[in-house]
């Protein structure tokens, strides 16, 4: 890489909330960029249509704005090597995967999705590994272009070698990633609709920016070797690799984060309010090392002290306890001035309170009648011990509500929007499917969301709050109602 200028890249997919991952391994990338004077590139891997969302783009610029991360490059800021939307370079994919037919390092796949389905079935009762058994593999080229002229149906897969190790160097690792040839499948490339998959895209995308490092989590490590073979099918420079670790959940087995056990979206920890440089302070504690037993630090001090060295592949663990204390250092050094700034840009202002006020006018006879009135607007984890034993369905066992409650959070996040009317159309259907009374499932509703038996309107009060609030209300509310006797 000696003698290239330092360039990395985030590259979220729009298709849901922005993910406290994202947030991770966007610092580490732009911090090794700021430090080296290097350029950090947001690229926006929307491929998949079908679950491409136009407002979850917004708020991944959004979330990252919060923060205090900022990208060189990116849809919204331009650059030399746009546009930076993969949905937008569909004609540069399309001539890329001409250049791998036609050096062989490609083939056109007609399977139809009816024989791989039983291909799978088979596979499975004989015990063997699920894969393609390169069916399409040796077709005539000339034959094989014919039939794409004349219509038919098909997908473009990477010709992987049939044996043989692929090898990569990692930075975090002593030594060489090697994975058998024997073991990877020959990849589709592109589907059948003419869009890339992740991998094609992913490649050629940071080949053409002049992606010097990519920094990605370690997840991806197994997908890396068809990385690695693109590069290599094309004649091109790899990148340097650096996966870093997971997230890990503070359970005893420390699995990868998840929303079941934590609350995943950057836009919580801003609405419950963490404050953005304690985000990201407590990120950057996330496997690296300041030196030391230092935990706290600026992200200044982070770039100025900076190395790879420094990062542990033991899996960190995203322990909320810790996160809070972090913030509570930091609220505790603010002057009141920058304490009242910090307030007054989470929930004290006005275009928060615009929302507020609706929901408690017709209410209220004094302005002191308001903040009593809306305490549970203005807090993130509620308090349930004085409500838990009305948190019941008649007739319905507590794990049998809980679970339904759960149901409920996962047709929310499904569901685009978050609007007043949404949430009834989705709650009408769910407790209807489940044949429960109005009054039952609304009363469960409520207290689950206010840990008040009486509150403004249900639904506006969700809209209110917001996602993210709600949505770890009803996962903590689902928890207490199944541990109830």
Same mark, same amino acid.
């Given at each position: 890489?000696?003698?290239?200028?330092?360039?990395?890249?985030?590259?979220?997919?729009?298709?849901?909330?922005?993910?406290?991952?994202?947030?991770?391994?966007?610092?580490?990338?732009?911090?090794?960029?700021?430090?080296?004077?290097?350029?950090?590139?947001?690229?926006?891997?929307?491929?998949?249509?079908?679950?491409?969302?136009?407002?979850?783009?917004?708020?991944?610029?959004?979330?990252?704005?919060?923060?205090?991360?900022?990208?060189?490059?990116?849809?919204?800021?331009?650059?030399?090597?746009?546009?930076?939307?993969?949905?937008?370079?569909?004609?540069?994919?399309?001539?890329?995967?001409?250049?791998?037919?036609?050096?062989?390092?490609?083939?056109?796949?007609?399977?139809?999705?009816?024989?791989?389905?039983?291909?799978?079935?088979?596979?499975?009762?004989?015990?063997?590994?699920?894969?393609?058994?390169?069916?399409?593999?040796?077709?005539?080229?000339?034959?094989?272009?014919?039939?794409?002229?004349?219509?038919?149906?098909?997908?473009?897969?990477?010709?992987?070698?049939?044996?043989?190790?692929?090898?990569?160097?990692?930075?975090?690792?002593?030594?060489?990633?090697?994975?058998?040839?024997?073991?990877?499948?020959?990849?589709?490339?592109?589907?059948?609709?003419?869009?890339?998959?992740?991998?094609?895209?992913?490649?050629?995308?940071?080949?053409?920016?002049?992606?010097?490092?990519?920094?990605?989590?370690?997840?991806?490590?197994?997908?890396?070797?068809?990385?690695?073979?693109?590069?290599?099918?094309?004649?091109?420079?790899?990148?340097?690799?650096?996966?870093?670790?997971?997230?890990?959940?503070?359970?005893?087995?420390?699995?990868?984060?998840?929303?079941?056990?934590?609350?995943?979206?950057?836009?919580?920890?801003?609405?419950?309010?963490?404050?953005?440089?304690?985000?990201?302070?407590?990120?950057?504690?996330?496997?690296?090392?300041?030196?030391?037993?230092?935990?706290?630090?600026?992200?200044?001090?982070?770039?100025?002290?900076?190395?790879?060295?420094?990062?542990?592949?033991?899996?960190?663990?995203?322990?909320? =306890?810790?996160?809070?204390? +972090?913030?509570? &250092?930091?609220? !505790?050094? @603010?002057?009141?001035?920058? $304490? *009242?700034?910090?307030?007054?840009?989470?929930?004290?202002?006005?275009?928060?309170?615009?929302?507020?006020?609706?929901?408690?006018?017709?209410?209220?006879?004094?302005?002191?009648?308001?903040?009593?009135?809306?305490?549970?607007?203005?807090?993130?984890?509620?308090?349930?011990?004085?409500?838990?034993?009305?948190?019941?369905?008649?007739?319905?066992?507590?794990?049998?509500?809980?679970?339904?409650?759960?149901?409920?959070?996962?047709?929310?996040?499904?569901?685009?929007?978050?609007?007043?009317?949404?949430?009834?159309?989705?709650?009408? =259907?769910?407790?209807?499917? +489940?044949?429960? &009374?109005?009054? !039952?499932? @609304?009363?469960?509703?409520? $207290? *689950?969301?206010?840990?008040?038996?009486?509150?403004?309107?249900?639904?506006?009060?969700?809209?209110?709050?917001?996602?993210?609030?709600?949505?770890?209300?009803?996962?903590?509310?689902?928890?207490?109602?199944?541990?109830?006797?």
């Amino acid at each position: 890489m000696s003698g290239r200028p330092v360039r990395v890249r985030i590259a979220p997919s729009p298709t849901g909330d922005p993910h406290v991952g994202t947030a991770y391994i966007a610092l580490f990338n732009y911090v090794f960029a700021k430090q080296q004077g290097g350029k950090f590139v947001l690229r926006i891997e929307d491929t998949d249509q079908a679950r491409a969302r136009a407002d979850s783009e917004q708020m991944i610029y959004d979330a990252l704005h919060w923060t205090g991360l900022s990208w060189d490059e990116g849809p919204d800021v331009g650059g030399p090597f746009g546009p930076y939307r993969q949905s937008e370079r569909r004609e540069l994919y399309q001539h890329h995967i001409g250049v791998l037919l036609d050096k062989g390092e490609a083939y056109r796949c007609f399977c139809t999705e009816d024989r791989l389905t039983k291909l799978r079935l088979q596979q499975t009762a004989e015990k063997k590994n699920p894969g393609y058994d390169r069916h399409c593999r040796d077709l005539d080229p000339g034959a094989s272009r014919n039939r794409a002229a004349g219509g038919e149906a098909h997908v473009i897969r990477l010709k992987v070698p049939l044996e043989g190790p692929i090898e990569f160097k990692d930075r975090l690792r002593a030594e060489p990633v090697v994975r058998d040839a024997k073991e990877t499948d020959d990849q589709v490339l592109m589907k059948s609709d003419g869009m890339p998959t992740y991998h094609l895209a992913n490649v050629v995308d940071d080949h053409l920016m002049e992606i010097t490092h990519v920094c990605r989590a370690e997840e991806w490590i197994s997908s890396t070797p068809k990385h690695v073979l693109l590069y290599r099918a094309f004649g091109w420079q790899e990148p340097e690799w650096i996966h870093m670790p997971l997230l890990r959940n503070a359970d005893k087995n420390k699995t990868k984060i998840s929303k079941r056990k934590h609350p995943v979206s950057i836009n919580y920890y801003r609405d419950a309010g963490i404050l953005p440089q304690v985000l990201l302070n407590f990120l950057g504690t996330m496997g690296w090392s300041f030196g030391g037993d230092r935990e706290k630090f600026t992200l200044a001090e982070m770039i100025e002290v900076f190395t790879w060295d420094r990062v542990s592949l033991g899996g960190p663990v995203f322990d909320l =306890a810790k996160l809070n204390w +972090l913030n509570e &250092q930091y609220i !505790h050094e @603010l002057s009141p001035e920058a $304490l *009242a700034d910090a307030l007054i840009a989470w929930r004290l202002n006005k275009e928060y309170l615009t929302k507020v006020i609706p929901l408690i006018q017709k209410r209220i006879k004094k302005l002191d009648e308001v903040i009593p009135l809306t305490e549970f607007l203005f807090s993130g984890d509620l308090d349930y011990a004085a409500v838990a034993a009305d948190m019941k369905v008649p007739d319905v066992a507590p794990a049998d509500v809980g679970k339904a409650m759960l149901e409920l959070v996962e047709k929310l996040e499904a569901r685009e929007g978050f609007t007043a009317a949404i949430l009834e159309q989705e709650t009408t =259907a769910w407790y209807t499917a +489940l044949a429960w &009374q109005k009054n !039952h499932a @609304l009363t469960l509703l409520r $207290l *689950a969301v206010t840990a008040r038996r009486a509150s403004p309107p249900m639904f506006e009060t969700m809209e209110v709050l917001g996602k993210e609030i709600t949505r770890r209300r009803l996962r903590r509310a689902a928890e207490v109602i199944s541990k109830a006797k």
